[in-house]
Nanobody
Framework: VQLVESGGGSVQTGESLRLSCVVS???????????FSWYRQGPGAQREWVAT???????NYADSVKGRFAVSRDRTKNTVYLQMNGLKLEDTGVYYC???????????????WGQGTQVTVSS
């Protein structure tokens, strides 16, 4: 499975951005997927979880972005989105898209990562 993020950029506080993550792969690998997530890594910080879109279940969000960010999926385009509104300085970082897929081994899953897209928020 390959994931390619786009949509990052430089914005001012309070503005919005929409990140996209195009997902591709073999039919078998794509059909194994069960969720998409977004993570971010700020300057000098560890990568942190932002949001998850589990198939057939409500999305869930980190407290720091709840009410401002929304994750969605367009199955026809094999694309996952992260709509980010009311951006704050602390939202600055590299944003990564991830996909989780099941395997034939019970309890074992594969996680696939994109290369990341930079989001910079300034005042």
């Amino acid at each position: 499975v390959q994931l390619v993020e786009s949509g990052g950029g430089s914005v001012q506080t309070g503005e919005s951005l929409r990140l996209s993550c195009v997902v591709s792969g073999s039919t078998a690998s794509m059909s194994s997927l069960n969720s998409f997530s977004w993570y971010r890594q700020g300057p000098g910080a560890q990568r942190e979880w932002v949001a998850t879109y589990p198939f057939g279940l409500p999305s869930n969000y980190a407290d720091s972005v709840k009410g401002r960010f929304a994750v969605s999926r367009d199955r026809t385009k094999n694309t996952v989105y992260l709509q980010m509104n009311g951006l704050k300085l602390e939202d600055t970082g590299v944003y990564y898209c991830a996909a989780v897929g099941s395997t034939e081994i019970a309890g074992r899953e594969n996680t696939y990562w994109g290369q990341g897209t930079q989001v910079t928020v300034s005042s």
